[in-house]
């Protein structure tokens, strides 16, 4: 049974519900929740639920999704609450608490007989404090603890942070900084580094009479080694019904893997409702992301 767990354990360490290679612990930390930003490629940095310098310059959101991740790997069942909250015209917080419950896996005892089964879990809590230091310049940064359960009486855990700063100008963003900083996980006498990276993101929100578009971009150099990058694109009709598409690019020992993505929405009064897929990868292609939320 020790084994079993050590080995499960080790696997889990290793992110191969994305890309089956080596990389970084805790990938988990890395998946995309919300409906909208997942439905753009996961073209995140500018976005006020995941970058607390975004939300001074970009408003109120608060969204709970539900999300069916990697169905064609090793598939959970994500719950997901993610809020960015300003305050005043300076300060923005941030929110974000987020369940994962894992495929069920089946326990053998020492001459290989079933003696019962058990379900993986993670969990994500953490909260973060954006500033705006001018009304066209902020900084931000998050806290978050990362836990996961692989087997009874066998879980491990961290504190990793963002930190963020952010220049806006005229419908423009651009956003740099470092992601899921923290420290390693250790599994006996071997450590395991966090999916970190330099992160940089780019945006352009245009209006055309009761048209609006939205671009936006980002890139990140992982310290484990290996790239990411995301293209989106997000079209609205009066700000009421909203058309996404776009594509994310993982190289090397990227946590997440190659895959393009769809999504649409609708906004009434403030209240949103999302949905994204993801397609042309056989571990993660088929994830379904349904969000609702309010705007303000």
């Known amino acids: ?26 990938p988990f930390l890395r998946i995309d929740r919300s409906a909208i930003t997942s439905a753009m490629g996961g073209a995140e940095a500018l976005s006020p639920l995941y970058n607390p310098a975004a939300v001074p310059f970009r408003g109120s959101d ?13 598939k959970s069942t994500n719950l997901n609450l993610m809020g960015g909250i300003r305050i005043g015209k300076r300060i923005g917080l941030n929110v974000i ?30 909260a973060g404090f954006g500033f705006a230091i001018t009304d066209f310049l902020s900084i931000g940064v998050n806290v978050k603890y990362a836990q996961s359960t692989i087997a009874a009486g066998a879980s491990y ?34 450590s395991y580094g966090l999916p970190t990276s330099g992160k940089l ?19 990140d150099v992982f310290f484990t080694g290996g790239l990411g990058a995301a293209l989106g694109v997000q079209y609205d009709w009066n700000d009421i019904v909203f058309v996404r598409g776009g594509f994310h690019l993982g190289t090397g020992k990227s946590p997440l893997p190659t895959y393009a993505s769809v999504g649409l929405g609708g906004k009434f009064f403030g209240v949103h409702l999302d949905v994204s897929y993801l397609l042309g990868n056989a571990v993660v292609g088929n994830t379904l992301c349904v969000g609702v939320g309010y705007a303000f």
């Open 157 to 190: 855990s961290t504190v990793a942070g963002d930190a963020f700063v952010l220049f806006t100008m005229k419908g423009f963003y651009a956003t740099a900084g470092v992601a899921s900083l923290g420290m390693p996980v250790k599994s006996g006498e071997t």
């Open 97 to 126: 608490g987020a369940y994962q419950n894992g495929q069920e896996y089946t326990l053998t005892d020492v001459n290989g007989k079933k003696s019962g089964s058990f379900a993986p879990s993670d969990l994500l809590v953490g």
């Open 62 to 74: 608060v969204a709970f999704s539900y999300q069916g991740w990697a169905p064609g790997g090793i």
């Open 1 to 26: 049974m020790k084994k079993i767990i050590l080995a499960s354990l080790v696997a889990a360490l290793l992110p191969v519900s994305l890309l089956a290679q080596e990389s970084a612990a805790l």
């Open 201 to 219: 993101g780019l945006g352009y929100n245009a209006k055309f009479g009761t048209s609006g578009l939205l671009v936006a971009a980002d890139a």
